[in-house]
RNA sequence: GGGCUCAUGGCUCAGUUGGUUAGAGCGUUGCAUUCACAUUGCAAAGGUCCCAGGUUCGAAUCCUGGUGAGCCCACCA
């Protein structure tokens, strides 16, 4: 052995296995091919622990099938993330003193695209340096024109079919985003409020929001209620901040008599609930919340201030009028945007939909075709499936793909969606005329699609749909698909949605779901609470494979893992440790190898054979663990027989008949380092390439199989 | 208000379809060391597998109830 040779750094064998085309895939027929779809991470920020997780999980799988033989395609992208890259990248402007206003469209855009770069090269940083072995030549980015293509065809499918409408509904709202969100980004935070009593004519209700009086069109009871029936279906004159006004006091089941008072006020433009009293009960729309959070001018001298500012201001006035009987303490959830935690309003506005019972009928019937690990998740599907409603697809955002939808600016200047109004679906502005009127002056929707109208389409997109493709007819639907729990519905549910409705067929055969890796407290990551361990460090300091069998060991399917900093350098070392031991038997194997040293065996020694007989044990439980998904349990028994077994028992017991052992021990470990490759691809290339060998790299060899090594 | 998941030695977690003295790593304690490896080896201590019932020849594992923790969903005015 040459000891003065330089071994090859990780990015010199990373470089190495692209050169040699190792991560590509091969569509040559006399291969099976296995292919593995990349969740796209969001192009905003670094990629976290939860990532390298997800990422490790992947290219172990994708290691393991190619070295079974097949042709694996392991592809991998990264999404444009409307919603979040909007806002860190308004966030970096602002520091800046920048803004989107202050930029316009063209600059704005061309900063997105410089930020969009950056964010790229970053990530595919992290992917070298942890041996993702992924097909790069087929890499997607959810903005490209591939991508734009494939959801221009479900958008025109969805308007041919019916399934799609726009109009003016009661949506949330995010004003700091100033863009429609769905409830799926929306989460709720406690918080300590006041429920105001005001008075409405005969009536006391109780409200949270007495701001939005000036947009009530009614009061409300339960029908049941004893104490309200003589007012039902009365007009009264209440009392208000511009003046007396009249309304009604209505009946409806919605009412819990057990809130407040058991009368409510009304207010359909800025409650989801009282939108759909007002529909019911055939109620006037007023609004008094705009998109950007403020009073309108229907709040007379309020008009103008933010609605957590008003609601202070306008105290006073209504304890002076009387109206306010008395407030108490409250405690409850508010709804904020997901992203950038602002208080979400209701209000009504102009925005796109899509009909999802249909697709989520036919995804019930088929969700048993896909394997779902854990298989809980069947449950949690069918669930969401059942209680489904309309998928709101529109966000007044700049990045994103633009509504492919163009209104004849002549004869349909209220932009209106109908088949019998001047308006195309097309992705490029229209060349012909416009039917109607015969004008040519097309104007474009001005909002984009859902970043998740695209990313659903996922795993048909990444393979050239709607075109025929040589790719989608050999590698879908996918063999696997990973994906963070907390995106089943935004993400999961809906590929298997779409890929039925325009593939008929489901998108993936298993879907695992990984746990969370949370605090030792059980949060989340997250960057506001700075408690994020940096993959990066744990490289650094412990190297790649020893940080890849880490994250294994939290790999169990849907199992939440408690860790930090302390805990994930313990297990960093175990295996980095493990590594050495790797290490240190090579050099007693083969550098240290006696001169008379035997040549063949037929491990007919009882050492041998037993040594033999628990390597095909450990050959049969990581290959079994492998296909079943259960990575976890692969690398325990990996480190256990390599470890204790092997090194601790048989490598002892050999020192006394070392040189009519060598031929047993160099199988042993030779095959060891191809069960392990999948795992530490790094320092089992290493080792590999010192050993006596067939072929160009570790990551092509056959993968083992239990049995008595041919003499 | 519904649903899902979890509860195993000081810590982080395994435990396949119920089957002999319940495992690992870290930590702790003792011993060893010119031996491939101190990034080591050997050994030891440490668990009524949350509680109470039930099914069974047999339960950490299955069922019921309870307690505690986490997550998801829902139009909490």
């Known amino acids: 052995m040459d000891k003065h040779k330089q071994d090859k750094t990780e990015k010199e064998w990373y470089e190495f296995w692209e050169k040699s085309g190792f991560f590509k895939a091969d ?87 410089q930020f969009k770069e950056d964010v790229y090269n970053s990530f595919h940083k992290t992917w070298t340096f942890l041996g993702i072995s992924a097909d790069w030549s087929r890499e997607v980015f959810t903005l490209e024109p591939k991508v734009a293509k494939a959801t221009f065809e479900e958008f025109k499918t969805f308007w041919e079919q019916g399934l799609l409408y726009k109009g003016a509904y009661i949506i949330q709202w995010c004003p700091k985003c100033g863009t429609a969100i769905e409830d799926l980004e929306m989460e709720y935070v406690e918080r300590k409020d006041q429920l105001y009593y005001l008075q409405y004519g005969p009536l006391v209700i109780a409200t949270t929001r007495p701001e939005t009086k000036f947009a009530d069109t009614a009061v409300a009871v339960n029908p049941k209620d004893k104490r309200y029936k003589e007012y039902v279906g009365k007009e009264f004159e209440i009392q208000t901040l511009n003046g007396p006004r009249k309304m009604k006091v209505i009946a409806d089941d919605a009412i819990d008599p057990k809130f407040g008072t058991g009368a409510e006020k009304v207010t359909p433009g800025h409650d989801l609930l009282d939108y759909e009293i007002g529909k019911k009960h055939d109620l006037p729309i007023l609004h008094v919340i705009n998109k950007e959070g403020r009073l309108t001018e229907l709040a007379g001298k309020y008009a103008g201030m933010k609605v957590e500012e008003a609601r202070g201001a306008m105290l006073p006035e209504l304890k002076e009028k009387g109206i306010l009987i008395k407030t108490e303490d409250y405690t409850h959830s508010v709804p904020v945007c997901e992203r950038c935690k602002t208080t979400v309003q209701p209000i009504i506005s102009e925005e796109w939909f899509v009909k999802m019972k249909p697709l989520a009928e036919k995804a019930l019937k088929n969700l048993d075709k896909v394997n779902l690990l854990p298989k809980n998740y069947h449950k949690i599907l069918t669930d969401w499936y059942k209680e489904i409603h309309d998928w709101s697809i529109s ?25 019998d109004k001047g308006m195309v679906i097309s992705l490029e502005k229209p060349t012909q005329k416009c039917l109607i009127c015969q004008a040519s002056d097309w104007i474009q929707d001005e909002q984009v699609l859902d970043t998740w109208f695209s990313s659903g389409l996922w795993p048909l997109a990444t393979l050239g749909w709607p075109d025929k493709t040589r790719e989608l007819d050999r590698y879908f639907p996918w063999d696997f698909e990973l994906t963070a729990p907390e995106i089943k519905y935004l993400w999961i549910a809906r590929q298997i949605m779409l890929s039925l409705w325009f593939k008929g067929q489901i998108p993936f055969k298993n879907m695992f779901f990984h746990g969370t890796i949370r605090d030792p407290k059980g949060q989340k990551f997250s960057k506001s609470l700075g408690n994020g361990i940096n993959p990066y460090e744990l490289v650094e300091t412990w190297g790649v494979d020893a940080t890849r069998m880490a994250l294994y060991t939290y790999s169990a399917p849907g199992r939440d893992a408690r860790t930090s900093r302390r805990i994930m350098d313990e297990r960093c070392k175990n295996f980095r440790n493990f590594g050495t031991k790797l290490k240190n038997l090579h050099r007693f194997i083969f550098e240290l190898k006696p001169k008379d040293a035997a040549t063949s065996s037929d491990f007919s020694h009882e050492e041998d054979t037993e040594i033999i007989q628990w390597l095909n044990g450990l050959t049969d439980s990581v290959t079994k663990n492998l296909e079943s998904y259960q990575l976890h349990l692969a690398v325990e028994d990996l480190y256990d027989f390599i470890w204790h077994k092997f090194a601790d028992s048989y490598v002892e017991w050999s020192k006394k008949r070392r040189a009519e052992a060598q031929p047993c021990l160099e199988y042993v470990y030779k095959t060891c380092l191809e069960l392990l490759h999948p795992f530490m691809p790094f320092i089992t290339e290493e080792l590999w390439h010192k050993l006596p060998h067939e072929g160009k790299s570790i990551m092509v060899a056959a993968w083992p199989e239990a049995g008595i090594p041919a003499k």
């Open 27 to 113: 569509p040559s027929l006399s291969k099976k091919p296995y292919s593995l779809l990349m969740p796209p991470p969001n192009v905003n920020g670094e990629l976290h622990l939860g990532h390298a997780m997800q990422q490790s999980i992947l290219d172990a799988l994708a290691r393991f099938k190619r070295m079974q033989g097949y042709d694996v395609l392991l592809l991998p992208g990264v999404d444009h993330a409307g919603i979040i890259f909007e806002s860190t990248l308004n966030k970096q402007l602002s520091k800046e003193g920048l803004s989107k206003q202050k930029l316009g469209y063209e600059a704005w855009m061309k900063r997105a695209w």
């Open 395 to 419: 966000r007044s955002l700049w990045w994103g793909h633009r509504i492919p939808v163009w209104y004849c600016q002549k004869c349909n200047p209220q932009h209106e969606v109908s088949k």
